[in-house]
Structure formats: structure tokens, C-alpha cells
């Protein structure tokens, strides 16, 4: 492969998994790359080494989440307008000042007191499997424990989470065939989210409870209420990212598992290895690869000038396989210490829910270890075609069928 071979953009790409071999050329060749963009639309920047996507994630003064948004597409006007409310597109002091409505509720202290209540949950879930000795790893078990929780944390019914779960694969998944099933389909599911959440809040108005709907009603920026944008803006993120990124890691996690047995039977055998295979499964997955910041003004990044207004990529997976950092990090290693990595961002915009997580993935491995240690893959593994989120959208398990 040379660099003009490269092509960050084409989700084909990324069908297999995230093109390793093309990120290590482009950190060993030209860490500062510019992508044109052979699918319509104007070049970007490519930024795959760890301390250029640190850097970039630090200086928001520079590199602004707000300018021109932070997912990597061609916008038209009308449709990057309809995003400037999303928490991931706003910049310090506006971003502070919104962030600070949740924050209490994703903090250590209040995740921990989860622990019980999720480690119920994920046994259900399991049990829900266990006497059929095979199953869907990503729909009966790896999306169901954060779309269970998340849904419970909102204060949405239990009921509607499928319902949720394919407004986020359409929204997600927006190179995806399986997905993109009409022209304008996931602004129409952005819609039907805005509507439901809509529903919600009058429901919480009428009798608020201890969930974030209610916290979201309440609260207030500069002594205002939030207008309807954006608590609409609020619920979608916190709705759609708060089951989608950990649903792909624990099915990322699962697959590097399965595929690197020797790695499994250690945490079998040791399973006080749990935090550091947590650690290791989110950098291995990197479950959103890319997000973008815009040049506030000239500069430059790694000794190459930068104009104003043009677009960096910053693509996390890559980082995370740097090997000034992790010498040794395309071999997948439970007990990797120490673990710095990029899977949950850095800087202001580092992951909100990273606490819960962390707990949900740690507290599935621990419960389905222990039950289904013989887990193995029974079919094909399908992937999400996607440059933004490393998905995994179907994979078949057996097992040794046990009582519930």
C-alpha cells in the first residue's frame, strides 16, 4: 500500500474492521495527512498518532468542536443547523455550562451504587439465553444491558428499547445499506426521537421522578430552562450514545476474546484481570473511530500548517495503536498496564458516561465468564460499513445449554 492508496473516507474500507495497515503507513509516513475527498465534498486532515490527537483534544481554543461539527460528513446548511444543539458539537464555556447538567449523574459515586441492580440486570439477560445454547451475542446480550440501563436511567419504559435500538442503528449507521433504506432515513428517525422525547417530557412534567428526563426539566443554563431544542438534543445523545458505543465494545470485546483464546482463558483463570481487560477491550475496539475539529485560525499540527477553517480528523483507533505508545499495541493483552488510551476521548469532550461503561462491560464479562465460559462463534461476524463507529451488527454464539 502507498499514501495514494489511502482513502479514510470509503466505508468499504472499514467492512473487515478499521484498516490498521493503512493507519500505520500514515503514522510512519505522513501523520499529518491530507485526505482529499474522492466521494464529493472538500480534503480534510487525517490525524493518526496519539500525541497529535491529544494535542488537538486539548486546544479547543484552536481546534473548535462547534464550527463546523464534529461527525465527518458533507452537511447541507439546514442539516448541521439541525446538530449545533448536540452537546458533541458546542465548545467551552457554552459546552461547560451544559455538560454540568448531567455530569453528577455519570460520577463515580452514583454509577457505583449501580452495581447490584446491574449485575441483576445482565443476569436476566443471560438467563434469557443460557437453556438455548446459542444465540445473537450482539442483539440478546451485548445491546441489550446498556439499552436496559440507559432506558432505566432516562425514565424511559422498558418496553420501547428495540424501538430505540433501531433509531440509533438508522442514525449510526449512515453508510450502511442495511440501514439507509430510503433517502433522508436518519433524519426522519432524529425526528421520531425528538417527538418521543417530547412525549416523555410531558409525561415527567405532569409527575417528575428520579431519572434524567426529570433532571434535564429541571435544570437550568444562566437561569434558564432548557428550551425544547435542546432537551431534545440532550435526550437523543444521551439516548442514542448511552446504548450504542458500549453495545459495540462489548461485542468488540466478545470478538477479540473469541478470537484471541489464549487472552480469555487468562482472565478465566484470573479474574482480577477484569479492569485491565476493560481497559484493553475499549482501546482494542475503539468503538467510535473519528471525530472532527475545525481550525479556529492558521497553525499548525506536528510542524504542518494548518489554515483556518479547515477540517483535522482525529481518529481514535489509530491513536490507539501507536507504537511510540504501545510498542506492542496489535497484540490484544488483558492485562495491559499501563493503558492510556483514547477510546473514551480526552480533554473536555472526554466520554460523559465513561463510569457506566466501564461497570456495564466489566460487570457483563464477569457474569458471562463465570456462566458461559465455553463461548464460541457459530457463523459469520457481520460488521457495520462505517469509517465513524466500529460496529458489530450480527454474531452468532454457541455454548453448553445451562439452566437459567
Not at 450482539?138 to 433509531?167: H, K, Y
Not at 482501546?283 to 494548518?306: L, N
Request: hydrophobic share 40%; proline share 6%; with cysteine.
Amino acid at each position: 500500500m502507498q499514501l495514494a492508496d489511502v482513502d479514510v473516507l470509503d466505508p468499504d474500507n472499514f467492512v473487515n474492521g478499521p484498516p490498521h495497515d493503512a493507519f500505520r503507513l500514515l503514522r510512519t509516513e505522513a501523520p499529518v495527512f491530507w485526505q482529499e475527498n474522492a466521494h464529493g465534498g472538500e480534503g480534510f486532515w487525517v490525524l493518526s498518532r496519539y500525541k497529535d490527537v491529544w494535542k488537538v483534544s486539548l486546544d479547543q481554543a484552536t481546534f473548535s468542536s462547534a464550527k463546523r461539527g464534529t461527525i465527518l460528513r458533507n452537511w447541507s446548511q439546514e442539516e448541521f443547523e439541525a446538530t449545533q444543539n448536540l452537546l458533541i458539537n458546542m465548545d467551552p464555556p457554552r459546552h461547560t455550562k451544559y455538560r454540568r447538567l448531567v455530569n453528577l449523574g455519570f460520577s463515580p459515586k452514583i454509577v457505583n451504587r449501580l452495581v447490584p441492580h446491574v449485575r441483576e440486570m445482565t443476569n436476566r439477560i443471560i438467563d434469557a439465553v443460557a437453556a438455548r445454547g446459542t444465540c445473537d451475542f450482539v442483539t440478546d446480550i451485548a445491546a441489550e444491558l446498556p439499552l436496559q440501563v440507559i432506558v432505566e436511567l432516562m425514565g424511559v419504559p422498558l418496553e420501547d428499547r428495540r424501538m430505540i435500538f433501531e433509531w440509533s442503528n438508522t442514525m449510526i449507521g449512515f453508510d450502511d445499506p442495511q440501514y439507509q433504506t430510503a433517502p433522508d432515513i436518519g433524519q426522519l428517525a432524529a425526528m421520531q426521537v425528538y417527538m418521543y422525547a417530547q412525549q416523555i417530557a410531558d409525561q415527567r412534567r405532569k409527575e417528575p421522578k428520579d431519572d434524567l428526563v426529570s433532571v434535564l426539566l429541571q435544570g437550568e443554563v444562566e437561569g434558564e430552562k432548557l428550551s425544547e431544542a435542546d432537551f431534545n438534543s440532550f435526550f437523543l445523545l444521551l439516548l442514542v450514545a448511552g446504548n450504542e458505543t458500549t453495545r459495540n465494545t462489548i461485542s468488540g470485546g466478545m470478538l477479540a476474546l473469541l478470537e484471541h483464546p489464549e487472552q480469555r482463558d487468562r482472565l478465566l483463570a484470573n479474574p482480577a484481570l477484569i479492569d485491565t481487560a476493560v481497559d484493553e477491550i475499549v482501546r482494542w475496539v475503539s468503538p467510535v473511530q473519528v471525530f472532527v475539529r475545525t481550525a479556529t485560525r492558521d497553525t499548525e499540527v506536528h510542524g504542518v500548517p494548518i489554515r483556518e477553517n479547515e477540517r483535522l480528523t482525529l481518529w481514535y483507533g489509530s491513536a490507539n495503536r501507536d507504537e511510540e505508545i504501545f510498542p506492542d499495541g496489535h497484540r490484544f493483552d488483558v492485562g495491559r498496564t499501563p493503558n492510556d488510551h483514547l477510546g473514551f476521548g480526552i480533554g473536555p469532550h472526554f466520554c460523559l458516561g465513561s463510569n457506566l461503561a466501564r461497570l456495564e462491560i466489566r460487570i457483563l464479562f464477569e457474569e458471562l465468564l463465570r456462566r458461559l465460559p465455553d463461548i464460541e462463534l457459530a457463523g459469520q461476524v457481520e460488521r457495520l460499513r462505517s469509517y465513524f463507529i466500529s460496529g458489530i451488527k450480527t454474531m452468532p454464539v454457541r455454548f453448553t445449554p445451562r439452566p437459567a
